[in-house]
T-cell receptor, first 117, second 112 residues
Framework: AQKVTQAQTEISVVEKEDVTLDCVYETRDTTYYLFWYKQPPSGELVFLIRRNSFDEQNEISGRYSWNFQKSTSSFNFTITASQVVDSAVYFCALSEAPSTGGFKTIFGAGTRLFVKA | DAGITQSPRHKVTETGTPVTLRCHQTENHRYMYWYRQDPGHGLRLIHYSYGVKDTDKGEVSDGYSVSRSKTEDFLLTLESATSSQTSVYFC???????????FGPGTRLTVT
């Protein structure tokens, strides 16, 4: 069954600290896609990154980096030198193709990150 | 910004009444999704569509139905609203499900 677990409900850090948000997923498919989204206090949802199941390369974008490990079914997100503007809820998501058609995308429960000045 | 709107943005309704939420896109994207967001549950998939008249159930589809008669519109209907359906509803669109999705601004629904 398709499942995404974000075990960290809330994380609080002080500005400039590094922080890692964990995401563990379950799927029976060999082809699937993983995503991270950000929801700042204003409420909109913003796409951050996508990874497919065949590409385990880590990715870095500025202060953001993502570590995808199929062996542990994890897709973790690290923010380096956190800033107050990083305060948000972060969601991990998994997309796979059910037999009924199309691709189905489900989300984890989210991790609320507080970055204090 | 992706062209995606939701209407209404806020609604208060009474238990037992039918409610329809509309998601409209101008991007001609194939995929459209309805999610609900509740504290402690994150975003839960209600229904999704992978083409006109092609829809499927999500994780929490009971009490909801959808229709997509044209590419740009995806309607979510609460057949008989209950207080447990009080939530914020987000619509999302994606050109391909394997790409990131763009989300609408959300509809805050209160069922009294």
């Amino acid at each position: 069954a398709q499942k995404v677990t974000q075990a960290q409900t809330e994380i609080s850090v002080v500005e400039k600290e590094d922080v890692t948000l964990d995401c563990v997923y379950e799927t029976r498919d060999t082809t699937y896609y993983l995503f991270w989204y950000k929801q700042p206090p204003s409420g909109e949802l913003v796409f951050l990154i996508r990874r497919n199941s065949f590409d385990e390369q880590n990715e870095i974008s500025g202060r953001y980096s993502w570590n995808f490990q199929k062996s542990t079914s994890s897709f973790n997100f690290t923010i380096t030198a956190s800033q107050v503007v990083d305060s948000a809820v972060y969601f991990c998501a998994l997309s796979e193709a059910p037999s009924t058609g199309g691709f189905k995308t489900i989300f984890g429960a989210g991790t609320r990150l507080f970055v204090k000045a | 910004d992706a062209g995606i709107t939701q209407s209404p943005r806020h609604k208060v309704t009474e238990t037992g009444t039918p409610v329809t939420l509309r998601c409209h896109q101008t991007e001609n994207h194939r995929y459209m999704y309805w999610y609900r967001q509740d504290p402690g549950h994150g975003l839960r998939l209600i229904h999704y569509s992978y083409g006109v008249k092609d829809t499927d159930k999500g994780e929490v589809s009971d009490g909801y139905s959808v229709s997509r008669s044209k590419t740009e519109d995806f309607l979510l209907t609460l057949e008989s609203a209950t207080s447990s359906q009080t939530s914020v509803y987000f619509c999302a669109i994606s050109e391909w499900a394997t790409r990131g999705a763009y989300f609408g601004p959300g509809t805050r629904l209160t069922v009294t």
